[in-house]
Each structure stands twice: as structure tokens, then as C-alpha cells.
């Protein structure tokens, strides 16, 4: 069993930045490629971010290509994602994804494990 935690979010302007933290917990997290989704209110949850188990590849959804970068360390047990250039329509809760797997995926039926998810409002 593996669980996730995610940390960082908040309330930011336009243009601002934040950095997700994941932290997991449970067995070695390098054995499980990873990813960040999201979903704003009333819309269905949206891939983002995904890295590879090893962290030699990433994948990122076009809306947040060239703004987002996602990283891990697997010594920490921790995956991060760090959003600049942060616009309102990037406000949604954002969740942390675990699958058991190596590499990188962008459908949510990918994943075995869920993290709780961590609210970012960006005003305008």
C-alpha cells in the first residue's frame, strides 16, 4: 500500500508562483512512475504533470507545457511540481498519483493510488 500527501498549495496572483510537494509513503517510491492531475469546479479531473519512475522522463499535459516542471526525489520519497507563471485558469485542487509502473502516463485510469489533494486558487 502506498500513501500520498501533497502539500504547498494556497492562494497566489496571476503570474505567481507555487511548488506542490508530494510526499510518499509506504513502499520504495522508486518503484512507481508518477503523476499531478487536477480539477477545477465542476469539470472533470485533468492530467498535468507525469515523471517516470526513475525521473529521466517527463510528460506534461499542453496547457501547462513551458510553466509547470515536475521532479522527484527518491531518496526524499517526495515529488514535486512547481507552477510559474500561474494563470486563473490553472485554480483547481491538484492531486498526486502513483502508479506501479516505470513510465509515464497521462489517463487517470493509469493510477492505482491517490493522494487527498491540495486546493490553488489563482486570482486574477
Known amino acids: 500500500q502506498v500513501q500520498l500527501v501533497e502539500s504547498g498549495g494556497g492562494l497566489v496572483q496571476a503570474g505567481g508562483s507555487l511548488r506542490l510537494s508530494c510526499a510518499v509513503a509506504g513502499r520504495t517510491s522508486r518503484n512507481y512512475a508518477m503523476g499531478w492531475f487536477r480539477q477545477a469546479p465542476g469539470k472533470v479531473r485533468e492530467f498535468v504533470a507525469a515523471?517516470?519512475?526513475?525521473?529521466?522522463?517527463?510528460y506534461y499535459a499542453d496547457s501547462v507545457k513551458g510553466r509547470f516542471t515536475i521532479s522527484r526525489d527518491n531518496a526524499k520519497s517526495t515529488v514535486s511540481l512547481q507552477a510559474d507563471s500561474l494563470k486563473p485558469e490553472d485554480t483547481a485542487v491538484y492531486y498526486c498519483?502513483?502508479?506501479?509502473?516505470?513510465?509515464?502516463?497521462?489517463?487517470?485510469?493509469?493510477?492505482?493510488?491517490w493522494g487527498q489533494g491540495t486546493q490553488v486558487t489563482v486570482s486574477s
Open positions: 498519483a502513483a502508479r506501479d509502473g516505470v513510465g509515464t502516463r497521462s489517463a487517470i485510469n493509469a493510477y492505482d493510488y
Open positions: 515523471i517516470s519512475s526513475s525521473g529521466s522522463t517527463t
